[in-house]
């Protein structure tokens, strides 16, 4: 069953499309992952899918609620169901760790401040950063407040959790240890993975199936084996790092 859909999607902003004619099916339970050229779309993608962007024309279903049809009353509980890790972490600098996590918890439950703060602390040990729990952002290290952003994600038991380049600006063995913990998380969970990355080592550790945003389409690219060996040159040239071919044919 699709628990994201999205119909004739076309998103733009004035008069620049960015995206055109969307069509995507993201299955319950599915990884899956966006890449493609820097400036073509891929965040805005997500925003679309996640209801922050509103399309210009098409549908956006999640749990097959149309998003445009849906009162601000009515988003809410579609909302709890979805987590987000902005590309920036978007961490809160005067808050802790701790407090960081139990904000969203504070803002929309009922639970008791003895039970948030349960709640962050059980996920500052789930991310491996329990000894950060008094630390505000800027006294940890970025792979650490990488950490922090997926468990405040997480902190509402999302049944959808969007990743917006959750491994930028990471060395490779940090990159590698954050997929690793998203997808260990994601499988305790049971949840939607969506996310965007450059790094394909990245996006073919945690992929279902790989999706490439490029010419203002989503050219769904398939599983990380089908994505490797694609006849269309945009996706060889991009997942190789070449310098020649139709990405940069425009530049030469």
């Not at 990471?170 to 450059?198: F, H, Q």
Request: neutral net charge.
């Amino acid at each position: 069953m699709s628990i994201i859909s999205l119909k004739d999607v076309t998103v733009a902003f004035e008069d620049l499309v960015v995206l055109k004619s969307i069509n995507l099916e993201i299955q319950a339970g599915e990884s899956f992952v966006i890449v493609g050229p820097s400036g073509q779309g891929k965040t805005t993608l997500l925003k679309t899918m996640s209801g922050l962007v509103s399309p210009r024309n098409g549908k956006v279903f999640v749990e097959q609620k149309d998003w445009s049809t849906l009162s601000s009353k009515e988003r809410l509980p579609l909302l709890k169901k979805v987590g987000i890790l902005f590309q920036k972490n978007a961490l809160f600098d005067s808050l802790t760790c701790v407090q960081n996590i139990s904000f969203p918890l504070r803002e929309t439950t009922a639970l008791s401040d003895w039970e948030i703060t349960k709640k962050a602390e059980y996920f500052l040990d789930a991310v491996g950063i329990p000894h950060a729990r008094d630390l505000y952002p800027d006294e940890i290290s970025g792979g650490m407040q990488k950490r922090l952003g997926i468990a405040r994600a997480l902190a509402l038991d999302p049944e959808i959790i969007f990743y917006d380049d959750p491994t930028a600006g990471l060395d490779p063995i940090t990159s590698r240890k954050i997929i690793d913990l998203i997808m260990t998380l994601k499988k305790e969970k049971g949840s939607t993975v969506v996310a965007i990355t450059n790094d394909m080592n990245r996006a073919f550790q945690m992929a279902d199936r790989i999706g490439m945003v490029v010419d203002q389409e989503l050219l769904i690219t398939g599983t990380p084996d089908e994505t490797k060996n694609h006849t269309d040159p945009r996706v060889h040239q991009f997942i190789r790092g070449l310098l020649a071919g139709p990405l940069t044919t425009a530049n030469v």
